[in-house]
């Protein structure tokens, strides 16, 4: 879903990523005058890997003349070895998605609207529902339920949905390299997750969008049927009939149990000692994240630069044992 961010002439893209910059930095570029009138809202488009949110987001930011901001994923060191071993590298590859989301994040509150977004906050937590257990998934929410306070939740939430066979084959006809070990159970499991959770989500309006049939890139008519349902949504202009696979409020039907859910808790006395530690981690977090904001620290980019530095020396060290070997 995302790649270069070059803007074809003409098109208005006042807020762009800088290509290797820490952290998603953002900086403004202003190419040419406004398309129409936009919303002054933040609209956040999400959906399963594959499913098209950074190309819709792409084409109706220019279409509205809108701030742009695209998830960063390329950076992630961890992320190539997650798909190659996800049980080894789940938790160090969530972690650090959480700390450069929040990154990026933290950043969209002084950003002007209209402003759409290729992702949600919230969108981490159903990573780590799927790819975190136990004690690492209790410590993952301490964390994330921390740096949630601090995030603005969107206007609009645009979902898009596609069967895990066309999220396969879209997944195969882009071939990045580290998605090419995708496990099409994993990515199931996604989606089943996804479905869940934004058949419930209530904190912002949601408008799904069943994309198996449509081609909003190559078909100008599937491409304007999005545009209205997106701005009938909104509230802006009027809210055409819906075409098929455009059903708006759609609820998902009900899903199996997880595979993925967490063991059995354990006795009594250590559950609450890990409770009691939990509540106190959360609380030095809290009071670390207010010093830091207060002492103009950037406390997530360090801590970026950390897992960046450990990945390294970790890597050099089996290097150098690998050349030690008689």
């Known amino acids: ?28 570029l202003t190419d040419g005058p406004r398309l129409m009138e936009p919303t002054e809202a933040y609209i956040a488009i999400e959906g399963v890997i594959g499913v098209g949110k950074t190309t819709l987001a792409r084409l109706f930011q220019q279409a509205i003349g809108a701030r742009l901001v695209l998830e960063v994923f390329e950076e992630n060191p961890f992320l190539s070895d997650f798909y190659t071993d996800r049980s080894r590298y789940a938790f160090q590859t969530q972690i650090f998605f959480l700390l450069s989301r929040y990154h ?86 996604l989606r089943a997750t996804y479905d869940a959770f934004f058949g419930a989500y209530d904190a912002a309006p949601v408008l799904t969008i069943d994309t198996n049939t449509l081609d909003f890139v190559q078909s100008d008519a599937d491409r304007e049927a999005v545009f ?35 063991p059995a808790a354990p006795a009594p006395s250590r559950d609450a000692a890990r409770s009691a530690l939990q509540a106190g981690l959360a609380d030095v977090l809290d009071a670390l994240i207010r010093l830091a904001d207060t002492a103009g620290v950037d406390l997530d980019a360090a801590a970026l630069d950390r897992l960046r530095l450990d990945h390294t020396r970790t890597g050099q060290g089996l290097a150098d044992a690998e050349e030690e070997r008689p």
Do not use: W
């Not at 762009?16 to 403004?28: C, E, S, V």
């Not at 410590?139 to 949905?161: F, G, H």
């Not at 596609?162 to 990045?176: P, Q």
């Not at 701005?231 to 039907?253: F, H, I, K, N």
């Open 1 to 28: 879903c995302a790649g270069g961010h070059s803007t074809p002439p003409g098109v208005y893209s006042p807020l762009i990523r800088t290509p290797g910059a820490q952290g998603g930095a953002l900086r403004t």
């Open 104 to 189: 990026q994040q933290r950043q969209l509150r002084r950003i002007l609207r209209p402003l759409i977004s290729d992702y949600m906050f919230e969108k981490d937590r159903l990573f780590a529902q799927v790819n975190l257990r136990g004690d690492e998934l209790q410590t993952y929410y301490s964390v994330q339920e921390a740096l949630a306070e601090n995030i603005s939740r969107p206007d609009l939430v645009v979902y898009l949905q596609a069967s895990t066979e066309t999220l396969m084959n879209r997944i195969i006809a882009r071939d990045r390299t580290y998605e090419r070990n995708m496990d099409p159970a994993y990515l199931d499991s």
């Open 228 to 262: 209205a349902r997106i701005r009938g949504a909104l509230g802006e202009g009027p809210s055409q009939p819906a075409l098929p696979g455009l059903e708006r409020g759609v609820t998902p039907a009900a899903l199996p149990p997880a595979p993925f859910a967490a």
